[in-house]
């Protein structure tokens, strides 16, 4: 069963309300996992805001992409190794 784009948010929505949680948009993001080339998606909206749609992001330490592809994360730590150590 496949879900309209409206449907999901609502079920976001609804789930965070039922738990006595709110979606911070300032400190929330959104990312789409494969492309968006076919697909025509507004972001997602909240009572506080609509929250930002990104490429990639840092969480727990690992740089995550669109593309689930490792690229972003290699260079950011060669970045910081060749910071600390002076090249």
Do not use: C
């Not at 006595?20 to 990312?31: C, P, Q, R, V, W």
């Amino acid at each position: 069963m496949h879900r309209s784009r409206g449907d999901n948010d609502q079920a976001i929505l609804g789930a965070t309300a039922n738990n006595d949680m709110l979606i911070n948009a300032s400190k929330s993001k959104e990312m789409i996992i494969g492309s968006l080339d076919s697909i025509n998606l507004s972001p997602l909206s909240t009572s506080s805001g609509t929250v930002e749609r990104v490429a990639t992001f840092k969480l727990l330490g690992i740089h995550l992409d669109t593309n689930v592809s490792w690229s972003v994360h290699i260079n950011s730590v060669i970045s910081k190794a060749s910071k600390r150590l002076y090249f």
